[in-house]
Structure formats: C-alpha cells, structure tokens
C-alpha cells in the first residue's frame, strides 16, 4: 500500500522532509529537552542562572537534601548544562551556557501566555 500524503501540496511536503532533523537529532532534541523535566532540576538551574553556588548553599537554600542536589548536578554537569570549580574544600556549579537562561525564559513566557502557569 502506498503512503500517499493527501492534503499537503508537494512544495510543502518537500520543505517539510528538508527541515526534519535526522532521527539521532530528534533523539538528541528529546534527551536534552528531558532536562527540564524535574522540578527539582529546575530549582538548580534557576537559582545557577542567578549566582554560581556549592551544593551546601543550594540544599539550604531549596531545602532539598544534598544527596539528592549531587545527583540531579551529576545529571546536569553530564549535560553540560552546569559547569564546576574547585575552590578550598568546596565545588561550585554554574550554568555552563546562557543559552539555557533563554530556554527558562521562553518557557515561562509560553506557560503566562497560555495562562497555563
């Protein structure tokens, strides 16, 4: 049986399948976008976003245990989401790339618009 498409006009077909990023991308896409899943990774990514911070810091300031701050910050640094840098006895994680603050932002903004938030 053929798979015809039967609404779309060819020209939009074509541009569709150029655009289609590969199968290994939109699983990358998927993975990456999992990220943001967890609220608990979320609390860390927001508050990175405004100052660089050790987990000690970040478990007080959340109230989340610090074993559970050092995973989901394994998962993030993993990512390269998050960065670290030894000083003294203490790590310090930061966002890696200011491109994950436009990520937030576009996210909040699409959930006010929405009024889903």
Not at 22 to 36: E, G, Q, R, V
Not at 47 to 69: A, F, H, R
Not at 86 to 111: H, Q
Request: a positive charge.
């Amino acid at each position: 049986m053929e798979n015809n498409i039967i609404y779309l006009n060819k020209e939009i077909e074509n541009t569709i399948k150029e655009h289609m990023p590969t199968a290994k991308m939109c699983n990358s896409l998927a993975y990456f976008y999992s990220i943001f899943s967890d609220s608990t990774r979320l609390k860390i990514l927001i508050s990175l976003l405004l100052s660089e911070m050790c987990v000690n810091d970040l478990s007080k300031l959340l109230g989340i245990n610090q074993t559970t701050i050092s995973h989901q910050l394994k998962i993030l640094k993993s990512n390269g989401v998050v960065s670290s840098n030894r000083k003294n006895k203490f790590v310090f994680y930061k966002i890696e790339d200011k491109f994950i603050n436009n990520i937030m932002i576009n996210g909040v903004d699409f959930l006010i618009n929405k009024k889903l938030a």
